[in-house]
Structures are given as structure tokens and as C-alpha cells.
């Protein structure tokens, strides 16, 4: 079954930038959508469509897309951002959704 | 504005099963699809599947085939899933969630069901 594929941590000191990245073979074909996840709580979406930020979402979040890799970027890390960050897209079908394994981002 | 919120905690056998609702509101409900999610402790994120409100047509990751329904009630505006043959490894919180025009846009606050004999 297909897969998406993340780094389990980073860590990083408030002020600096945090990469997190999702590997996956249809991801060239297929739109990358990213969650945050805070504990105890639901998990809030903080891009969609590889790039896109909804509303309320700081500008510090941003998405990008490059072949098979999606990375998603928090800029100016503050420590309210510590959570575990999962990506989501699709198969090739369209239909059967994937989540990555997640990312736990530590600020230091 | 638009609110999930699913059915209480459950304590359940090995063996049984479980059925979890998720209340709709704030918006126009078989406009837009609803998934199902789960997370066992400690551990990512599992899809489980979608159901369209308006046609009533499902689609379930192949791992819960056989052994998760879900269903609607367009008149409540409520979304159930319900699955059977519990075992230990089902523990877990379940979670609906609004497939909208950005994707999983809102979800509910999830609801715990522990498998325990």
C-alpha cells in the first residue's frame, strides 16, 4: 500500500527555521496537505494544496513541493509551534487517503 | 459556524463492536463528504475511510474492509461509524472530520474507545 515517508523529529531553538519533509511516489501527481497536532487535541490544518494557508494560520507556515518531496517550512520557530506535524495525501487513485507517520518538532 | 461533535467514551469487550456518532452543524450537511480517523496512543494518524452524505457512497481503507460501516442520517445531520470485532489493538481515538473545500478543514474532538477484557 502506498506510503508517505517523514522524518520522526526535529529539533530546533525559537527564532531559527524548521523544515519538515514528506516523501512519497505520487506526490508530483497528488496535492500535499499538512496538520498540526497539539496534545490532547485534534489535529488543525495549517496548509493545503502543497502551498496554500487557510485563514489564522500564521505567515510563518509555509509549503513547497518539489518532485516526490513536500516540505513544510516554520519560519521564526516560537515555542507555542512545538507539536507533532503529519502530512496527507492520496494515491494515485484519488481516493484512498495516506497520513505520513508525523513529525515531532522540539523547541529547544 | 461549523461544529463536530461526536459520542462519548466507550469501554468495549474483545469481540464487539462499537458505534460512534458525529453531529453536524453550522453548515449545509450533504454538502460535503466526512472522514473517519483514528489515533491508537501514542502513536500517527490512520485514515479509515469516507462517506459522501449525499449519495450515501463509501469507501474504506482496505485494512477496515469487512469490518467498519458507516453510515448517515441526513434528517439529524449525523455521521456513525461503527466497528466490529473489536480487539486490543482498536483501542483508540476516533476522530470525523470534514472533507471541505480545503480538505479536512474541521474536525471533532474525537472520542475514545478502549478494547479491554
Known amino acids: 500500500s502506498y506510503k508517505l515517508t517523514q522524518s520522526p523529529s526535529v529539533s530546533v531553538s525559537p527564532g531559527q527555521t524548521a523544515r519538515i519533509t514528506c516523501s512519497g511516489d505520487?506526490?508530483?501527481?497528488?496535492?500535499a496537505y499538512w496538520f498540526q497536532q497539539k496534545p490532547g487535541q485534534a489535529p488543525v490544518l495549517v496548509i493545503y494544496?502543497?502551498?496554500e494557508r487557510p485563514s489564522g494560520i500564521p505567515e510563518r507556515f509555509s509549503g513547497s513541493s518539489s518532485g516526490t518531496t513536500v516540505t513544510l517550512t516554520i519560519s521564526g520557530v516560537q515555542a507555542e509551534d512545538e507539536a507533532d506535524y503529519y502530512c496527507?495525501?492520496?494515491?494515485?487513485?484519488?481516493?484512498?487517503?495516506?497520513f505520513g507517520g508525523g513529525t515531532r518538532v522540539t523547541v529547544l | 459556524q461549523v461544529q463536530l461533535v461526536q459520542s462519548g467514551a466507550e469501554v468495549k469487550k474483545p469481540g464487539a463492536s462499537v458505534k460512534v456518532s458525529c453531529k453536524a452543524s453550522?453548515?449545509?450537511?450533504?454538502?460535503?463528504?466526512m472522514h473517519w480517523v483514528r489515533q491508537a496512543p501514542g502513536q500517527g494518524l490512520e485514515w479509515m475511510g469516507i462517506?459522501?452524505?449525499?449519495?450515501?457512497?463509501?469507501s474504506y481503507a482496505q485494512r477496515f474492509q469487512g469490518r467498519v460501516i458507516m453510515t448517515r442520517d441526513t434528517s439529524t445531520s449525523t455521521v456513525y461509524m461503527e466497528l466490529s470485532s473489536l480487539r486490543s489493538e482498536d483501542t483508540a481515538m476516533y476522530y470525523c472530520?470534514?472533507?471541505?473545500?480545503?480538505?479536512?478543514?474541521?474536525w471533532g474532538q474525537g472520542t475514545l474507545v478502549t478494547v479491554s477484557s
Open positions: 472530520a470534514r472533507d471541505g473545500p480545503n480538505n479536512f478543514d474541521y
Open positions: 453550522g453548515y449545509t450537511f450533504t454538502n460535503y463528504y
Open positions: 462517506i459522501n452524505l449525499t449519495d450515501d457512497i463509501k
Open positions: 505520487a506526490l508530483p501527481r497528488r496535492s
Open positions: 494544496k502543497d502551498s
Open positions: 496527507q495525501s492520496t494515491d494515485n487513485s484519488g481516493i484512498y487517503v495516506v
